[in-house]
């Protein structure tokens, strides 16, 4: 399998409890507005992904599923389209990254507009990871 198509695979979603009760209690994070980013370095435990990321846009921010859903869906493109700038960091194989993206803005951002946050994010994320 090629590992630089740009694929978003079930495998580099987040979705182990102990894993996201551990990145919200020890995760460090920043702002690339519209999204908050909160990441946690662990030991790799032979997983497939070496980043693995959750989504969350909050109700309190929109009110509609559908709204809520169109957003979920940008902020996942937007990281499958980028998330070669993390190869780089996480090649060695020994650490995995914990990464989830939180929505704070009141209405639905454009795709270009979370397109510049995604790029600002995995920039900042790359330089203090090294």
């Given at each position: 399998?090629?590992d630089n198509?740009a694929?978003l695979?079930?495998s580099?979603?987040?979705?182990?409890?102990r894993?996201?009760?551990?990145?919200?209690?020890?995760?460090?994070s920043?702002?690339?507005?519209?999204?908050r980013?909160?990441?946690?370095?662990?030991?790799?435990?032979?997983?497939e992904?070496?980043?693995?990321?959750?989504?969350?846009?909050?109700k309190?921010?929109?009110?509609?599923a559908?709204?809520r859903?169109?957003?979920?869906?940008?902020?996942?493109?937007?990281?499958?389209?980028r998330?070669?700038?993390?190869?780089?960091?996480?090649?060695?194989?020994?650490?995995?990254?914990?990464?989830?993206?939180?929505y704070l803005?009141?209405?639905?951002?454009t795709?270009a507009t979370?397109?510049?946050a995604?790029?600002?994010?995995?920039?900042?994320?790359?330089?203090?990871?090294k």
């Amino acid at each position: 399998m090629d590992d630089n198509r740009a694929t978003l695979p079930k495998s580099e979603r987040l979705s182990w409890k102990r894993h996201v009760d551990t990145l919200f209690a020890h995760g460090s994070s920043f702002v690339a507005y519209p999204l908050r980013i909160i990441y946690f370095p662990i030991k790799n435990d032979h997983r497939e992904a070496n980043v693995s990321i959750l989504i969350h846009v909050p109700k309190k921010k929109l009110k509609h599923a559908v709204d809520r859903n169109f957003v979920k869906r940008r902020i996942r493109e937007n990281y499958r389209l980028r998330k070669h700038a993390l190869d780089n960091v996480f090649t060695d194989g020994g650490q995995s990254l914990l990464l989830a993206f939180l929505y704070l803005d009141g209405k639905p951002s454009t795709f270009a507009t979370l397109g510049r946050a995604m790029e600002k994010a995995l920039k900042t994320l790359c330089e203090r990871l090294k």
